[in-house]
């Protein structure tokens, strides 16, 4: 079984990366086989798994140079594997379209479809060709969402993008799960905004809260998760629960 996610929303700074991080370390935890991928050029993802970013190979190599997935994987402190990020990416996004690589990592994956129970791969907050990649190799996305009233506007247009790309394109990606984070509950504003993610996502929505936690900021500047910064840290508690609640959600379909 390898489950290939996408963690993707448009909005920026809505805690992808810091889902991405840390959900890989807790499935690692877990003793599941955990490939992160790094699609975002910013690559945060990659300096939060303690590997330099712009010094080693990123997707770019695997679309353009010939190289081999198994060739650019590296190992982070937290027991999962990544395919970092970087600057490169930004080329990737403009010779995917001029080349007509659409899919293309789709096909790559399976190269190491054997080796990890999940695959999550963390995409910029844009839609451009680098997410669509994202999204037509994965058979589930994660939407992380802060509590905020513009937030609720862009949720439908992005649920909307994905079920349009996956009939367009005869993949079956579908959102599995709303991810509430950095989530501060004596916000009256984010709790009317979590009240109605309640009513009218509730199929998708995960129980569990990501708290706004000083610990989850600090962890990336030291290359690790925050389960490795501080263990019982609130932040990387709820992590390892929504990476509990992820499994019995995927696991037992
Ligand atoms: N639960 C949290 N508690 C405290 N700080 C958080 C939490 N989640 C994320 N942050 C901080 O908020 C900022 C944005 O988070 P993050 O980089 O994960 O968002 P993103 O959606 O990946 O951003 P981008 O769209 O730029 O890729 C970061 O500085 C991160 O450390
Ligand atoms: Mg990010």
Known sequence: MNKTLAIANQK??????TTAVNLAASLAATGRKTLLI?????????????????ETDTLYAIYFEGKNIKDVIKESRDGYSIVPGGQELIALDVDIRDNHKQGFLASQLNEVQNAYDYTIIDTPPTL???T???LLSSV???IPLQCEYYS????TDLI???????SKTNTNNRVIGIIRTMVDMRNNLAKEVSRELELHFEKVLFNTL????????EAPSFGISALQHKADSFGAMAYLALAGELIRRVENE
Do not use: F, H, Y
């Open 140 to 142: 589930g996305t994660l």
């Open 128 to 130: 451009n060709q680098l």
């Open 210 to 217: 990501i708290p706004r936690n000083v610990k989850l900021a």
């Open 38 to 54: 790094d699609m975002d050029p910013q690559g945060n993802a990659t300096s939060a798994a303690g590997v330099t970013k712009n």
């Open 132 to 134: 669509t990649e994202a």
């Open 12 to 17: 920026g700074g809505v805690g992808k990366t």
């Open 160 to 166: 909307n993008t994905i079920n349009a790309l996956s």
């Open 152 to 155: 609720l506007e862009g949720l």
